[in-house]
C-alpha cells in the first residue's frame, strides 16, 4: 500500500520570480509564433508558470507589453545609430556605417524583432504616437547625415534628404520580409551592396 503524502510532504510547484523583462521576452517569442491577437495574458502567464494577477503588478495589458517590446528595440537600435551620427567621420562614411547598422538590425531573426515589423497595427492612442515618434527620431539621424554630406558638397541636393531617408531604410527594411540567415550572402555583404548601389549607382559609364 502506498502511503498518502501529507500536505507538508507533498512536492511542491517550483516558484517563478516575475520580472518586467521576463514577462516581455516570454511575450515576444509568444507573439512572434502566435500573433499577438492570438495571444492572451493567459497564454504568457502559463508559460512563465506563473499568474494572470501576478502578470498585473509588472504590466497594465496586453498592449503594454506590445509598447514595451516596440521600446526595447527601438532603444537597442537607436543608441548605436546616434552615436554613428556624432562620430568625427566623414559624411560618406557615417552613412556606411549607418546602413550597415541598419541592415543588420533588419536581418535580425529574435522574436522581438519578429514583433516589431509586424505587429504595430495593434498599438493605439497614446502609446501608437509614442511609437511613431520614436521611429521619427530614429528616421532623423539618417536624415541628418545625408543633409550633412549635401552641404559639404559630398552628396548631391538635387535629391531631397527626406525622399533620400525614407528610400535608404525602405530597401534596409525589407531585408525583414526576406532575409535567412546562412543563405548566399551575409547581412553586411548585403549591406555593402546597399552601399555601392548609393554611391556608384547599377548604370556602366558610357563607353566612348
Known amino acids: 500500500m502506498v502511503r498518502k503524502l501529507e500536505p507538508e510532504e507533498a512536492p511542491r510547484k517550483k516558484r517563478v520570480r516575475l520580472t518586467q523583462k521576463a514577462i516581455v521576452e516570454t511575450a515576444a517569442e509568444l507573439f512572434a509564433r502566435q500573433g499577438f491577437g492570438a495571444t492572451s495574458l493567459d497564454d504568457i502567464a502559463e508559460q512563465l508558470g506563473a499568474t494572470k494577477g501576478a ?13 514595451l517590446i516596440y521600446l526595447m528595440v527601438l532603444n537597442a537600435s537607436e543608441e548605436p545609430l546616434s ?28 522574436p522581438a524583432m519578429a514583433v516589431f515589423y509586424r505587429e504595430q497595427q495593434h498599438l493605439s492612442g497614446p502609446f501608437a504616437k509614442e511609437i511613431i515618434t520614436r521611429k521619427k527620431e530614429y528616421e532623423r539621424y539618417f536624415e ?17 534628404s527626406k525622399i533620400a531617408t525614407f528610400g535608404l531604410l525602405g530597401m534596409c527594411n525589407w531585408l525583414s520580409q526576406w532575409y535567412q540567415a546562412g543563405g548566399q550572402y551575409s547581412s553586411l555583404q548585403i549591406a555593402d551592396m546597399f552601399i555601392a548601389i548609393i554611391e556608384h549607382g547599377l548604370t556602366l559609364p558610357h563607353k566612348l
Request: hydrophobic fraction near 35%; proline fraction near 3%.
Open 55 to 67: 502578470l498585473y503588478y509588472h504590466v497594465k495589458n496586453k498592449e503594454e507589453i506590445l509598447r
Open 83 to 110: 552615436r554613428i551620427a556624432e562620430a568625427p567621420l566623414s559624411p560618406k562614411e557615417k552613412l556606411g556605417q549607418a546602413i550597415r547598422h541598419h541592415t543588420t538590425v533588419a536581418a535580425n531573426r529574435s
Open 144 to 160: 541628418q547625415i545625408i543633409v550633412e554630406g549635401q552641404e559639404s558638397g559630398l552628396f548631391t541636393k538635387a535629391i531631397d
